[in-house]
């Protein structure tokens, strides 16, 4: 039995020889690609001298044929597995190729993010109607019976801002300078408010239902409390104080619904795609328009904490809520930045 | 090649490259992936701590008049530090937070094109929901002392459905994935090892095989003794020796299993890979 056959090892041999050999050429051109890999992986490409940058997708398609001669021909799985992973993180690198993040935040701003906003409109449309009806029902739910203003208003919102409040009590909230931990508030606010955008937004996968449902309570939150100092002869300041950061915040809770209507109507209506790839589609404008429904969360956050207090003249107010509304309808709808054509 | 029954390539997709190269990806698994995301909370939670005691300490002279805008700077830089992490650090070259690094995964755009900004941002602001927001809300009850026991229970519902969801469905994605349109992939850095067949062991030398003794094994085997044989485990090597030396005939002395080994891999490996060359893929032992 332990008889070798005379031939059968040279020809195994053989065999081996050329297996080693192939290794043994190719060796060098792995560990190349290896080590650029491992330096453009941790730093930017341009620490690459022109010539190691135009061997790099060479050394790629070498690697690639190599793992090909090595599946078809060799049984050694450590080198398949090694060659697998090295062609896999040389595609992922030259394949993978995207825009700089200086050149990415750059093109958000002149093109992404007013475009995404722009191709919501419809949804906003009803967003904010959603949330004008939420207003009109809240304002009329306490006009009718102020029982509902507990029952719309969380009681740690409200801070003693009740259809029970003396009028001195709630223009003193609308107008004194010193409250309390009042830019901490602020920032609170402000975390809060991305909250709601956040929840707005990434319910809508839900077939936009409790989308719907959060912008209309919104909508009653605002009506309640406008309707009690509406009520006291207090509407016109109400909307001053409101108006100074609450277009900015209004309009990104509206925009971030409209996100999320967006995702959900796609999920539940489809058209010729699959619902996954309408999902993934609608996914990337809603997600563009968050971001920038953040960064105007973040201006109101700011508006809110250095101005609210601050500025006590109601005409200054309404002036900065209405120039601020404006310029974000002019950025959104208006100016529209000249396209490069390689993008 | 036999498909039949294996567990293993349950989770491999292929992805083929402009060459035409099928680079068969391996989808990263629930506890993979749980890992990492565990790792990186830990990771945001030891910077978030940090950053609040340097603030503490550096700031204790302070009235509370002058701390009221740097108490606005550390509630912004909280939030942004949980929020930014995973984008900036998905966005980037690699794709993959630290947490998602130390376990060798990372994240990829399903379609095989390169993943952009917009899908990483997508699929991370789903996380909010997905983790977050259920944990927070029961956290500020807790805090507030109204957690009830049936808004408790409907958050770890919920936290539960979206944190299982990625095992029930087939390409292991979150909710966050499937919107973006991506999905986590093994992408492990392997080292070239060493080719076994090429060591020279002078007690393997005087070991022959007949080519019916090669015949007793297919490739499944020839794998599973070059993972015995990289172990370099003396106890596993002369358990298989012993197995290989019974089915083959061959007494081998239990001080020699390791050189027994490394010549019955080198001439297996030779035989099949001959017969690979003439077309002939032995898949296991039971391959004819």
């Known amino acids: ?343 | 090649m036999a498909t039949a029954s294996r567990p293993a390539l349950a989770t491999v997709r292929s992805l083929i490259t402009p060459e035409g190269v099928d680079l068969r990806i391996k989808l990263a698994d629930a506890g993979t992936r749980a890992a990492a995301f565990l790792l990186d909370v830990v990771f945001i939670a030891t910077a978030a701590i940090v950053v609040t005691i340097v603030a503490l300490f550096g700031l204790r002279g302070l009235g509370s008049g002058e701390l009221q805008p740097l108490f606005v700077v550390w509630i912004i830089l909280i939030f942004f530090l949980r929020n930014v992490y995973f984008i900036a650090f998905e966005a980037g070259r690699r794709a993959s937070t630290p947490g998602k690094r130390i376990v060798g995964i990372r994240v990829a755009s399903r379609n095989g094109a390169g993943l952009s900004v917009d899908q990483v941002i997508a699929r991370n602001l789903m996380r909010e929901i997905e983790v977050f927001l259920p944990l927070s809300i029961i956290a500020a009850r807790g805090g507030t002392g109204v957690a009830d026991t049936l808004t408790t229970i409907f958050g770890l519902v919920w936290a539960l459905l979206f944190s299982l969801f990625p095992l029930f469905n087939r390409d292991r994605m979150r909710i966050g994935d499937l919107l973006a349109g991506t999905w986590v992939v093994e992408a492990p850095k392997r080292a070239l090892m060493e080719d076994l067949s090429a060591r020279q062991d002078p007690v393997a030398k005087a070991f022959q095989f007949s080519p019916a003794q090669l015949d007793a094994y297919g490739i499944a085997e020839l794998h599973k003794l070059e993972e015995v044989l990289r172990r370099d485990d003396y106890f596993a090597q002369k358990a298989v020796a012993e197995t290989i030396g019974r089915k083959i005939g061959v007494k081998i002395e239990p001080i020699d299993s390791k050189a027994f080994l490394s010549a019955y891999y080198g001439e297996l490996r030779a035989h099949l890979e001959r017969k690979l060359l003439l077309g002939n893929r032995k898949v296991d032992k039971h391959d004819r």
Not at chain 1, 190 to 209: D, K, M, S, Y
């Open chain 1, 1 to 343: 039995m332990n008889a070798p056959v005379p031939g059968n090892a040279v020809r195994g041999n053989a065999v081996r020889q050329s297996l080693a050999s192939f290794r043994r050429e190719r060796e060098a051109d792995w560990k190349a690609l290896e080590a650029l890999l491992a330096r453009v992986e941790k730093r930017a490409p341009r620490t690459l001298s022109e010539e190691e940058l135009l061997s790099l997708p060479l050394l790629y398609r070498s690697a690639l044929s190599s793992l090909s001669v090595a599946r078809a021909t060799s049984l050694d799985s450590a080198l398949v597995a090694y060659l697998e992973s090295l062609s896999l993180r040389g595609y992922f690198y030259l394949y993978g190729a995207r825009r700089g993040l200086g050149q990415r935040i750059a093109d958000f701003f002149l093109h992404d993010w007013p475009g995404a906003i722009r191709d919501l409109w419809r949804e906003t449309l009803v967003s904010v109607a959603l949330m004008l009806i939420g207003i009109g029902a809240g304002a009329w739910l306490v006009a009718s019976d102020k029982d509902w203003f507990d029952a719309i208003i969380p009681s740690g919102l409200a801070g003693g801002r009740g259809p029970d409040a003396s009028a001195e009590l709630l223009r003193g909230m609308l107008y004194d300078g010193d409250n309390g931990f009042l830019s901490g508030f602020a920032a609170y606010l402000f975390t809060h408010n991305v909250q709601v955008a956040i929840l707005a937004f990434a319910l809508g996968f839900a077939f936009a239902v409790p989308t719907v449902l959060l912008m209309l309570f919104n909508g009653c939150m605002l009506g309640a409390m406008f309707q009690v100092y509406w009520a006291k002869g207090l509407g016109m300041e109400l909307g001053g104080w409101l108006a100074i950061h609450g277009t900015t915040e209004l309009f990104a809770i509206a925009l971030a619904g409209a996100a999320g209507m967006r995702i959900g109507t796609r999920i539940a209506f489809p058209g010729e795609l699959t619902r996954m790839a309408a999902a993934a589609n609608a996914g990337r404008v809603a997600a563009t328009a968050m971001v920038g429904v953040s960064v105007m969360l973040l201006f109101a956050g700011l508006l809110e904490g250095i101005g609210r207090q601050t500025i006590t003249s109601d005409v200054t107010r309404y002036a900065i809520g209405g120039g601020m509304l404006a310029l974000w309808t002019g950025y959104f709808y208006l100016f529209l930045a000249v396209k490069n054509g390689d993008r």
